[in-house]
């Protein structure tokens, strides 16, 4: 955004508590973006921000597994995730700025997802066309009428509340809020772990040979998400930074690759090994909470409203990823160790 936008002045806050987060500084400033260190936890931190007139909030655990992992606690999860939404809603309230929340597709309830009817076809499962579908449910993948009830894990319930809280204080005080339901992000840099960012953490640990298993569903590998790179979202938040209270266009609209985005472990599995090797994929027995078979977002009312469609195709994403990866042979132990 930086680029396309040379007037415009970026700043960031961090609070780089994940590890390896500070390599991103460097290449930050080479495009003037100023970083400030501050926790977003902090009303102080917050409060003392330079004034703005949009702001992005892509601060999260991104963790389904927060809070239950024996790793992080439920009340870090809702700190992270909750209170800093509400220090950004205050801020926006007082400095009259817009918002737009970067969600997830882990919002939705997690009954209906792990009740569908799968196939396998070509190692990924897939739902069974001649089924009767939650509401919201379609081959085509989940839309944003599918129900958010619980249980949808406790991150995903953080991020609805947030959802509903940045609503209504743009409702409330008169300043434009958008929630954008992403995909799995996906791209170079990012830093993967197995329980989010899950696209780059394959191709990396791939790549380093590291240990890979299959959890859950058998060990089969069949799991299935789409991916998005994040390059992809800018042009949509240029247009939303463009309509500001526009009161016609929905608040609220996932943003995916989609379906043409979409595989399972066991694809990408065997696009790494085609790419660098083989690196043998260990079946697991082991469940872990909160985990679905099948889950892809469906991105046609993002179209429909904003003419936005991802440009990047999956194969475009992971090369891209790759490529890092060839550059940044350690990469995975900047941030796992």
Sequence with gaps: MRQSHPDWQVTGLDNLCRPGSWVNLAPLRELDVRVIHGDLRSAADVEALPAADWVVDAAANPSVLAGVDGKTSPRQLVEHNLQGTVNILEYCRQRAAGLVLLSTSRVYSIPGLTALKLDVQDSAFCPVAEQRFPPGISVRGVSESYSTATPVSLYGSTKIASECLALEYGSTY???????????????????????GIFAFWVHAFREKRSLRYIG?????????????????????????????????????NVSGGIESSCSLRQLTAWCEERFGPDPVVPSAEERPYDIPWLVLDAAKAADVWGWRPALSLDAILEEIAGFAERHPQWLSVSLG
């Design 174 to 196: 008169g300043f434009p809020v958008w929630v954008n339901r992403c995909g799995v992000m996906a791209g170079a840099g990012q830093f993967g772990h197995p329980g989010q």
């Design 217 to 253: 569903f058998g060990g089969t590998g069949h799991q299935v998400r789409d991916c998005l790179h994040p390059m992809d979202l800018l042009p949509l938040l240029d247009k939303q930074f463009a309509a500001g209270l526009d009161a016609a266009k929905p608040r609220i609209i």
